[in-house]
């Protein structure tokens, strides 16, 4: 347990000092007994001399015991409190500086600036007392204690919460779309059939309309994105005209670019002719090389079954 007697043995002399000082002083500019009753108690008198270090000392204390104190106080009170401390204390020493070089030299009257100072004394202390005054307050009502910040702040052995990344595009999925709608054109002369009942796939995948020709083709080459289940139900059909070539089915083999499926998007309605675009329109739209180029039509042609 800390001591505190010593405060008490060093409290003593300062109080003796600093209350004659400025009780001294308060005397040489202007201070002495008035009547605060008057009419009512003539007879009580008191010594506004005493108002001095009552003021200045008292508040020094009260502003240093805020500034160095462990609650929990905002960044601008405990500054205020820090630098009015340290001006209070400033004030004393020039108060007492001023009083004993006055007696020392004897003087009769003060100067007028010594006056003013010591005059402004209880008004500075009044507003710098009552604004801290109020500071403490409402930092006693809005900042937290230490116990309620401890329980509200999150435990370092809770795991946080991981975004979970959104799924990248599927290039295989991309492809078998467009490679179906492309086929299903030129099975269905150009036309796009509704879409047949299938076999569930990814949960993810787009449906794409297509004809039971279209999906027996499909399901041949494993451009479905998920295998189809062994007790799923089988396709629907649909009655429509199939052309004549239906039966010639394309066999492609694995995407021989990444610029294939837009391809066989961009030329589909010429694929279900069974036209191929040609080398250089191929270059130009696509804006790529002589070597793409010619993978891409290549591969466009499979399509279009030439």
């Known amino acids: 347990m800390t001591r505190r007697w010593p405060l008490l043995l060093l409290a003593l002399p300062a109080f003796v000092a600093t209350w004659s000082g400025w009780v001294g002083l308060g005397e040489l500019t202007g201070f002495g007994p008035v009547k605060p009753l008057p009419g009512i108690a003539d007879q009580f008198t008191i010594n506004t001399a005493i108002t001095l270090p009552i ?36 004030l004393g020493m020039l108060g007492q500086i001023a009083y004993h070089l006055l007696v020392t030299a004897g003087l ?21 007392g009552a604004a801290l005054g109020h500071m403490l307050h409402r ?42 709608k492309a086929f299903s054109r030129r099975v269905n002369g150009g036309i796009l059939l509704p879409a047949v009942p299938a076999a569930p796939v990814a949960l993810d995948a787009p449906q794409v309309p297509m004809s039971r020709e279209v999906y027996d083709w499909a399901a041949e080459q494993s ?23 239906a039966a010639e089915t394309p066999v492609l083999g694995p995407v021989p670019d990444e610029l294939c499926p837009a391809a066989a998007d961009r030329y589909a309605d010429e694929l279900a002719e069974g036209k191929v675009p040609a080398l250089n329109r191929i270059k130009k739209d696509l804006r790529i090389g002589q070597k793409r180029a010619t993978r891409i039509q290549t591969y466009l042609g499979q399509l279009a079954g030439v």
């Open 55 to 90: 003021g200045v000392e008292t508040y020094a204390a009260y502003a240093l015991g805020a500034w160095l104190s462990g609650r929990p106080l905002a960044a601008g009170t405990r500054a205020f409190a820090k630098w009015s401390a340290i001006g209070s204390l400033g």
């Open 108 to 128: 009769e009257h003060t100067p007028w600036q010594i006056v003013t100072a010591v005059s402004c004394l209880p008004v500075l202390v009044l507003g710098m």
């Open 139 to 180: 930092d006693a009502h809005d900042v937290p204690s230490p116990e309620s910040a401890e329980a509200d702040a999150v435990p370092a052995d809770v795991p946080a919460v991981e975004r979970v990344p959104e799924p990248e595009p599927d290039p295989v999925g991309e492809h078998a779309i467009a490679t179906l």
């Open 223 to 245: 451009v479905f994105v998920s295998s189809v289940a062994e007790d799923a139900a089988e396709p629907v059909d649909v009655p429509a005209e199939v052309g004549p070539d």
